[in-house]
């Protein structure tokens, strides 16, 4: 049996490429074709444009090419190891799946769950992109009546955004400059908006907390230039949470932008949220993972009006060329391997 996926070859090229299936999958293994998977904008297409800063770090071992994008996906199981005993064939699972045809994956590695009932396929194959906003809003600790700003209305922020709101930021602000991502934040529950593009956006910030500045500041653009901007919105004794992977090097003022005011500066990749439970946290990858499926099926984290494309898998590599091109066209993209 032959599966298909996506390969980054080289700088903005893009190929489909066969590879070999087990005849059954091992112990603890299952085999899962896949439904739908959901594209990370930010560092799927940086790594296909050759822009990812790994690619100019001396030393870096990742990323190289080839490249084989992709880590949220839902499918339905085939077959099932003889040491697995949560999971039957005919299931419908999430799990950190490539945009490829099937998966083998070990069970034992988080995250891995079933998708809960009610829960529409494809929106469940956001939740795995979802964990990683959820991961930084928890690092920035916010607290009830905390005012919240996010920068940056990709999946990435909006998710965060949501986060905060639920976590009790009040209120909760997303900033963008493009109009149609501003109008999704408010479609998912997102009260206040600063587009940019036409305000002053210290000016807002005063404005929206009594001259206090946020408490918490989220920056998700990834953005280089963004980082210095966000640390002058945060008060006195505030949080700045660089939830966003940085592409590039940035200069600040270290005295009057986190010294003086007391700010505290939080890296938030993804890696820093525990596999296994630890005195300082419980909140594991697993369990963040089925969080943000309860609070998919319940309606409570709100993806819908999120996804702005739904595309059969085998235009994936005309899409990356697009997401280079016209970026400001894409917001949420899933892609339908069911054909």
């Known amino acids: 049996m032959r599966g298909r996926r996506l390969a980054f070859t080289g700088v903005r090229q893009a190929s489909w490429e066969e590879f070999e299936l087990p005849d059954a999958p091992g112990a603890h293994e299952v085999l899962v074709e896949t439904r ?22 001396p030393g870096a071992a990742y990323p190289r090419f080839p490249h084989y994008p992709g880590y949220a996906a839902v499918g339905t199981v085939l077959a099932a190891g003889d040491a697995v005993r949560d999971l039957a064939p005919g299931q419908a ?25 009610g829960l529409a396929p494809d929106l469940a194959a956001l939740a795995r992109l979802a964990t990683i906003s959820l991961n930084g809003v928890r690092l ?13 209305g990709g999946l990435i922020g909006q998710f965060a955004a ?32 600063v587009d940019v593009a036409g305000e002053d956006l210290p000016a807002a910030a005063r404005a929206l907390t009594g001259g206090r500045g946020f408490a918490v500041v989220v920056e998700a ?75 998919l099926a319940r309606g409570e984290l709100v993806a819908a009006p999120l996804v702005s494309h739904r595309l059969p898998a085998a235009q994936a590599p005309a899409l990356f060329e697009g997401l280079v091109e016209r970026p400001a066209d894409y917001l949420g993209v899933l892609l339908d391997w069911r054909a």
């Open 162 to 193: 949501q986060f905060a709101r639920l976590s009790g930021g009040r209120p909760v602000v997303l900033v963008d400059l493009l109009p149609d991502r501003l109008r999704a934040a408010r479609q998912c529950g997102l009260r206040t908006t």
């Open 93 to 117: 699972v999430c799990l950190p799946g490539g945009h490829s045809s099937h998966v083998v994956w070990d069970t034992r590695r988080p995250p891995l769950a079933p998708l809960p009932a």
């Open 221 to 295: 653009t990834g953005a280089p230039a963004a980082v210095a901007q966000v640390l002058t919105l945060a008060g006195d004794s505030g949080r700045v949470v660089l939830l966003g992977s940085p592409r590039g090097r940035v200069e600040i003022d270290p005295y009057h932008q986190i010294h003086r005011p007391g700010v505290t500066l939080v890296g938030a990749h993804e890696r820093t949220t525990p596999a296994a439970e630890t005195v300082h946290s419980s909140w594991t990858q697993q369990r963040n993972f089925e969080l943000v499926l309860d609070l």
């Open 36 to 57: 739908w998977s959901a594209v990370s904008a930010g560092t799927e297409t940086a790594i296909y444009a050759g822009a990812h800063i790994g690619f100019s770090t």
């Open 140 to 152: 920035g600790r916010v607290a009830l009546g905390d005012a919240v700003a996010v920068l940056g």
